[in-house]
């Protein structure tokens, strides 16, 4: 009587995984659209909060209101586009890399992505309840690094849904990073010397973030203890922010490579494609790679020269962090080394693909001069931080992932993107982040403050011109909407190898 048990549990399992198991291709589809979704959301934010900025008084919006836009844009970004993104990718091509079927827990990669709709209603549960007039719900207004004293005094309800939807994103990350993993160490089919920059990236990256997540779950429910049981782990008294400071940033500081290095892999595998010529030092990627994979746990705290920090431990992240720069500098060597004596072919993704090493230099040269400690204590409170920060995170991994999206567009959907659209969504981007950029190292390079709605109004110019840059910015994202939905309904039929001379059509093969 006892024997049939375990094995009607075993089908009633296997049912349940099977019915909530989708097809890795269309698991990456999905992330990708709902990356698309929260990019325009975040993005949204920004426009608002450079609409406050345009005058020197805050005299759009009140301080707060810029207070908010700050936090949700921040936060939105990085866990909600960029993460997300980051998996669809994966999720869409990697298992068809290695020679793989499926992923190594497919249930549980669906069950993961679920969890991320509800998270976002949770992050953005404030800015919801004050459009809505919920009572006690206000916009979050803590900063996107939800420093103490302002994330632990805070009455407002919704910092606490907020730090629950973090607490979210972090099981959701955790699963799918760890899926990554076993699946590129399982379900390969190829050698390990056989396997592409792309998916060392990956794997690269979701075995930092299995690592670095953890410390974010465990950080917020700490603060979620502090706000709710009275607890005192990130009181002033007891040196309680700056306690926070080295747990956010031991895990900000790898996510920030989480986020960086299969961009970096979509840029490794592009440009062979489009330069006729093989990828310039495999071996070199792979091992700089990996050393950024294991550098990356140890720079934290150049975030924090300024918290009174025993120089002797200021010069030590100082030089591991100057160090980060060498395995970077190996992966311009082998992008600019690919591209040499090549036969440029200047389709949508190779223009993205050069775009983003552009402003990965100018976003590495930046970096080099923050982590010279005397430099970093000048400039750590102005916009040349925000300048660098947006060199890497939108001239780098956005423009990266946009020449992934092309190059990979036809193989998702089975249909061709409008080249014409493609190129002028690539110039209105380019310029529009060059110009915002420009004029925020500005700002910076002049000393003034960052996290604050008011300044000088000799500043004025300068803010008003980054703010008509991030409107170029943002038209340019529309048209890649756009471009997009018309594409995917109506766009020519891309065959078995897309961008092979025969499948192309003659609109995209002019360009190759």
């Known amino acids: 009587m ?4 375990p094995r009607r549990f075993d089908s009633l399992a296997n049912s349940v995984r099977a019915g909530i ?22 993005g949204l934010d920004a426009l608002l909060l450079r609409t406050v900025l345009v005058t020197p008084g805050a005299d759009v919006w009140m301080a707060r209101t810029y207070d908010a836009f700050f936090t949700t844009h921040g936060l939105t970004m990085l866990f909600l586009f960029a993460t997300p993104a980051i998996w669809g990718f994966s999720y869409a091509v990697v298992p068809s890399l290695i020679g793989a079927d499926q992923t190594a827990f497919p249930a549980l990669g669906t069950a993961a992505f679920w969890l991320l709709p509800p998270t976002a209603l949770a992050m953005r549960a404030g800015t919801i309840g004050g459009l809505l007039g919920v009572a006690g719900l206000e916009p979050v207004a803590i900063g996107w690094t939800m420093y103490p004293p302002l994330s632990t005094q805070s009455t407002n309800p919704a910092v606490d849904v907020l730090l629950v939807g973090l607490f979210l994103v972090v099981v959701s990350t955790v699963v799918t990073a760890t899926n990554f993993v076993v699946t590129i160490a399982r379900n390969r089919t190829v050698r390990w010397l056989e396997v592409d920059t792309f998916t060392w990236t990956v794997l690269t990256s979701a075995a930092m973030a299995a690592l670095s997540f953890p410390v974010l779950a465990f950080t917020v429910v700490l603060l979620l203890a502090d706000r709710n049981l009275g607890t005192a782990f990130f009181v002033g008294s007891g040196g309680g922010p700056v306690l926070w400071q080295h747990l956010f940033w031991f895990f900000a500081h790898p996510e920030v490579y989480v986020l960086a290095l299969p961009p970096m892999g979509i840029l490794s595998h592009v440009l062979p494609r489009f330069s006729g010529q093989r990828l310039y030092g495999h071996r070199s990627a792979v091992y700089s790679t990996l050393a950024i994979g294991v550098l990356a746990f140890t720079v934290w705290g150049h975030h924090m020269f300024t918290t009174g920090m025993d120089p002797r431990v200021r010069m030590t992240f100082m030089f591991v962090t100057l160090a980060v720069a060498l395995p970077s500098a190996a992966k311009t060597v082998t992008w600019l080394g690919t591209l040499w004596g090549g036969s440029i072919r200047l389709a949508a993704p190779m223009l993205f693909a050069l775009g983003s090493i552009g402003f990965f230099v100018g976003g590495g040269v930046t970096g080099v001069l923050l982590a010279v400690v005397p430099l970093n204590v000048v400039y750590n409170g102005t916009y040349y931080v925000v300048a660098h920060l947006h060199l890497m995170l939108l001239g780098l991994v956005v423009f990266a ?22 190129r002028l969504h690539f110039w209105l981007t380019v310029i529009g982040v060059a110009v915002t950029i420009a004029a925020l190292l500005a700002l910076g390079l002049a000393g003034l403050p960052r996290r604050v709605s008011t300044y000088p109004a000799a500043f004025a110019p300068l803010h008003q011109l980054a703010t008509v840059g991030a409107v170029v910015v943002a038209v340019g994202q529309l048209v890649f909407c756009l471009n997009c939905w018309q594409s995917w309904r109506a766009g020519d ?3 078995r190898d897309p961008w092979s001379l025969e499948s192309a059509p003659s609109h995209v093969r002019e360009w190759r």
């Open 2 to 5: 006892t024997g049939p048990a």
């Open 401 to 422: 992932l946009l020449s992934g999206a092309y190059y990979w567009f036809p193989l998702l959907t089975g249909r061709w993107y409008d080249e014409s659209l493609a």
């Open 493 to 495: 039929l891309a065959g």
């Open 21 to 42: 198991a989708v097809d890795h291709r269309r698991l990456g589809r999905w992330y990708l659209v709902f990356a698309l979704a929260m990019a325009l959301w975040g």
